[in-house]
C-alpha cells in the first residue's frame, strides 16, 4: 500500500478515532466484496477455503466473512483446520534442518480426512469436526462436533494450509481466499513498513498480552515460522481468487505506543536485524493509543477488545 509517511501522520494527529474508523470501514468493504463473490461461488461448492500467513488476521477475517454472509441471508460457519491436525509422532513427524519437530509443515495436517469431509459438505451431510489439543500435540479421541450442512450453507475452512497443494489437487473447485497485511511501501514501490513487519509486531503483542509469552520467545521461534511461510503457504497463494488486504494503516501508531522491549542479546537468528529496523522505523510513526481500536476491528484479535456480534465456532 502506497501511504505517504507525512499523510499518515497528519491523520493519525488530526483525528485518530476517526481515522481508524475509516480504515477500518475499508476493510469491510474488501470483505464485502469477497463475500459477494463466495456467495456467487456457492452453487459450485458450499466450501470455502481461506489462507494467510500466521498473525494475517485469518480467524477474525474469517468470522466478519461470516458474518456478511450471514446478513445476506446465507448460513456460514467457520472451521478452523487446525481441529484437523494429527496426533504427533515423534518418531515419524516432519523435522526442521536442525532435528526440531516441524509443526509448520502440511504433513501435521489430516488432509485425507479433510477431503472427506469436503465429499460430505458437497453431498450436505454431516461431518464429524475433530477435536485437536495443543497443549498435548495431540487429537482428543472420540471427541467431535457434528455440523449438518444445509442447502445452501457457506463452510469455511481457515488455516495456514487451507490453499495446500495437496488439497488443491485434489480438490480445486472450493472459492479460495489469502489473507495477508500489506504494509506501507514508498512511492517508488520500496518498502517502507514491511508487511512481515506488521505479522510479526502483531503476534509479538497477542502471545505477550494474551498468552504471558515473553517477546523473546516469539522472536526466537519467528525464523521457523517465516521458514514455514516460504516452504508452505506462500507458493500456493497463487491459487487464491481472492486476496484481501487486512493492514490498518493506523495500526503502526498503536505498536510504536505498546511496543513490549524485546531483548535480543544472545539470539542470532535472522530476525535480529530486522527487529534493529524495525525500532528504527517506529519513531518515524505518530502515536496511537490502542483504546481507539474500533468495536469488532479486525485488530480486536491482536489487541484486545469485545466485539459483541462475533460469531465463534
Known sequence: MIYELERLNNEMRADPAGFAQRCDANLDQRLKKCAAEVAEHLSVTPTVLLSGPSASGKTTAAGMLEKVLDGMGIETHVISMDNYFL??????????????????????????????????????????????????????????????????????FEGIHALNGDIMREYGKAARIFVAPSGIDNPDGTPLFK??????????????KFRGTPPEETLEMWDTVMRGEQLYIRPFEQYADFTIDTFLPYEIGIFKANMPPV??????????????EIKEMLPKFESMDASLVPECSLLTEFWGGICKNSVTT
Open 87 to 156: 496426533t504427533v509422532d515423534r518418531e515419524t513427524a516432519p523435522k526442521t534442518p536442525d532435528g526440531k519437530i516441524d509443526y509448520e509443515s502440511p504433513k501435521c495436517l489430516d488432509i485425507e480426512l479433510l477431503l472427506r469431509h469436503f465429499e460430505i459438505i458437497d453431498n450436505c451431510g454431516t461431518i464429524d469436526i475433530p477435536t485437536y489439543d495443543f497443549t498435548r500435540k495431540k487429537r482428543v479421541e472420540g471427541e467431535v462436533r457434528p455440523l449438518k450442512v444445509n442447502p445452501g450453507d457457506a463452510i469455511i
Open 195 to 208: 508487511g512481515e513487519w506488521v505479522r510479526f509486531l502483531r503476534r509479538m503483542v497477542r502471545d505477550w
Open 263 to 276: 531483548n535480543t542479546n544472545g539470539y542470532s537468528g535472522i530476525w535480529t536485524s530486522q527487529i534493529e
